[in-house]
Structures are given as structure tokens and as C-alpha cells.
């Protein structure tokens, strides 16, 4: 006979640096150790972490995957490991987008003229995971800021002026290319609480120890153009 209820896992790359392994049925995530392999290359996992339902693990792993097949063990579950295979692809970029669907006034020579642009942008992998600071593009106009992802341009700009802007990453001939219209200077709008972090993922309990465990608000503020304001000097 045949038991369909065995145990089993399934595995597929989720980031550059992260792998997903479903198990059939939950499992007792204290117990299960993983062992990834590319040929006889033994990965380092960093971390890994359980669902609720402890059905799926994310392992995220030390350094990025590369081009070729991979084997996941996972011991712990029975007596005999519980192994998965899957295929990876180098990192690629995918996406180059604009952030923004205006170009507000700003200082960037610090000459004491409102007539700069900073226009935001960002580049994503195939896994939709942010690599702007990580990627060089070529620009038609202005100088890439690639740590703060913007497109800064510097002149004598007035609103209602209108600017096009393109970026190309050369080895895979992904571009984006947009019009924009001059507008005010982008001011903080809003601010809101979005969430609650842990380094752990933990939740606050009653038995939480704030003063070993600690967690933080995220704040996102945001301008009067809908636009997120990452920068700590605009925000101040």
C-alpha cells in the first residue's frame, strides 16, 4: 500500500538570498534542522523561520544563490531526512521604476535656491526585492544618487516646467522613461505609525522583557504628493 500521507517538502527560491520549504503536513519547528547543498557545496543558513501553521520555513541563507540545482534536507521531521530540489537563476534586475509621478523643487547645491529636482527611483530583482543601492544605470540627465535612489538634477528649474528622464541598466536593457512636470517643493505632509519591528519577529506579550527584547515603532511619513520621504533631512 501506498501512504499519501507521508511526510514531504517541497522547496523554490523566494529571494536572492532566501529559500521557501513547504511541508505537507505541520511540523514541530523546534526540531527541524536544514542542510542546503549546491553539489557538494554545503550553503550556511543565517536564519530560518516558520509560518503559524509550521507548514513553511524561510530559510534565508549567507550568501546570494547562484545559476544551478540545489538540494534541501530537512532532518528532524522522521527518521529518514526529508530531501527537495530546486533550480536558481542568477540575480538579475527586472523592474526600474520611478517613484514618483511629478519632479518637486529642492536645494541640492545648497545655493539658497529652491530651482533643483530630486526625482526618486528604484530597481527590483526577479524576486520584486529593492536592488537600487546595489545597481548602476546610465542616466540621461542629472546625477544618480544610487545609496538614496534619486535622480538628482541640477538647474534653474520653475514649476510647470516639464523634464523627461531615462535610466537603462546596459547588460540587460532594462529601461524606464518618464515625463515629468515641475511642482512645489515636496514638504512632510503625514506621518503614520505603520507597524511594530523585532529583529526575532517576536510579538509583545505581558511576559515581554522590553529592556532585552527590544522593539520599535515604523514610522513612514510622507509628502503632499503622496511620495514617501526617506530622506532624514527633508523629515527634519
Not at 542542510?35 to 543565517?46: H, P
Not at 515629468?180 to 522583557?209: C, H, M, W
Amino acid at each position: 500500500s501506498v501512504d499519501y500521507d507521508a511526510p514531504a517538502i517541497s522547496a523554490a527560491p523566494v529571494g536572492a538570498k532566501k529559500i521557501e520549504v513547504k511541508f505537507n503536513r505541520p511540523v514541530d519547528d523546534s526540531k527541524v534542522a536544514f542542510e542546503i547543498k549546491k553539489s557538494t557545496i554545503t550553503l550556511n543558513v543565517a536564519s530560518k523561520s516558520f509560518n503559524e501553521d509550521k507548514t513553511v520555513a524561510t530559510l534565508e541563507l549567507s550568501s546570494k544563490l547562484t545559476a544551478g540545482d540545489y538540494t534541501v534536507k530537512a532532518t528532524g521531521v522522521q527518521d529518514e531526512a526529508l530531501t527537495a530540489t530546486f533550480k536558481a537563476e542568477d540575480e538579475r534586475v527586472a523592474k526600474i521604476e520611478f517613484k514618483a509621478t511629478n519632479a518637486p523643487l529642492t536645494n541640492l547645491d545648497n545655493d539658497g535656491e529652491i530651482d533643483d529636482l530630486s526625482i526618486p527611483y528604484q530597481v527590483t530583482n526577479q524576486y520584486g526585492e529593492d536592488i537600487t543601492k546595489i545597481t548602476t544605470l546610465v542616466n540621461s540627465i542629472g546625477t544618480l544618487n544610487q545609496s538614496a535612489g534619486t535622480v538628482d538634477i541640477i538647474g534653474n528649474y520653475r514649476v510647470n516646467d516639464v523634464i523627461a528622464v531615462t535610466l537603462i541598466h546596459s547588460p540587460t536593457t532594462t529601461s524606464v522613461a518618464q515625463t515629468f512636470t515641475v511642482v512645489p517643493q515636496a514638504r512632510v505632509d503625514q506621518i503614520s505609525i505603520t507597524g511594530l519591528y523585532n529583529k526575532d519577529n517576536k510579538t509583545i506579550t505581558e511576559d515581554t522583557n522590553l529592556a532585552s527584547e527590544a522593539h520599535y515603532l515604523l514610522v513612514e511619513a510622507k509628502d503632499q504628493y503622496g511620495n514617501v520621504v526617506n530622506s532624514v533631512n527633508r523629515l527634519n
